[in-house]
């Protein structure tokens, strides 16, 4: 079957500091790979998405990379800010069912 | 261009009165998603709808019903509300029929059940 798993938080970090979230994924196809990011009392917002093998997504400095050997799609970002603070899923599609599976969320925390 | 709409944004129910969300989209999509969100779990799914007229099971259906009423809409039914219900409960869209495309979601309604 289809499943996202990320890693757990909170995630604490100085303002500058560099960002890794790690995900993994099991799915049966050739899924679409998404970073979503929920701020406060917000409902979730795509960051960045990458369709195919090997696709790298960017947006606002964050980066992730569909890597289909390793079944992953790390997000990064080189210099956090606080208003970067939020939660942050990574979610994959399934195209023959039009579902999505979303990780269980990594809350990150970002210090002045 | 509002996107994905869902009302209320906040409900208080007592256990087993019954209420209906609400959510609209317009951006022609032809699926859409109920979740529910609770602490340490993520997203789970509700139910789905791949195109009007269908609609199909997703981890967590039991205690809801829902309507695709066309295109545009489609709601979540608690017939019986109980406390294990209290969630936030997110509406989304997508045009999932390319495999290429996002889900977009609407804004969230909390739901406390007493």
């Known amino acids: 079957g289809n499943s996202v798993t990320q890693m757990e938080g909170p995630v604490t970090l100085s303002e500058e500091a560099f960002l890794t979230i790690n995900c993994t994924y099991t799915?049966?196809?050739?899924?679409?790979l998404f970073w979503y990011v929920q701020y406060p009392g917000e409902g979730l917002q795509l960051l960045l998405k990458?369709?195919?093998?090997?696709d790298k997504g960017s947006n606002k400095g964050f980066e992730a990379t569909y890597r289909k050997e390793t079944t992953s799609f790390h997000l990064e970002k080189g210099s956090v800010q606080v208003s970067d603070s939020a939660v942050y899923f990574c979610?994959?599609?399934?195209?023959?069912?039009?579902?999505?599976?979303f990780g269980s969320g990594t809350k990150l925390n970002v210090k002045p | 261009n509002a996107g994905v709409t869902q009302t209320p944004k906040f409900q208080v129910l007592k256990t087993g009165q019954s209420m209906t969300l609400q959510c609209a989209q317009d951006?022609?999509?032809?699926?859409m998603y109920w979740y529910r969100q609770d602490p340490g779990m993520g997203l789970r799914l509700i139910y789905y709808?791949?195109?009007?007229?269908?609609?199909d099971k997703g981890e967590v259906p039991n205690g809801y019903n829902v309507s695709r009423l066309n295109k545009r809409e489609f709601s979540l039914r608690l017939e019986s509300a109980a406390p294990s219900q209290t969630s936030v409960y997110f509406c989304?869209?997508?045009?999932?029929?390319?495999?290429?495309?996002?889900?977009?979601f609407g804004q969230g309604t909390r739901l406390t059940v007493v």
């Open positions: 979610a994959l599609s399934d195209w023959d069912f039009n579902k999505f599976y």
């Open positions: 951006m022609n999509h032809n699926s």
């Open positions: 990458a369709t195919k093998a090997d």
């Open positions: 799915a049966t196809g050739y899924p679409s």
């Open positions: 709808s791949a195109s009007e007229g269908t609609t």
């Open positions: 989304a869209s997508s045009d999932a029929g390319t495999g290429l495309s996002e889900a977009f």
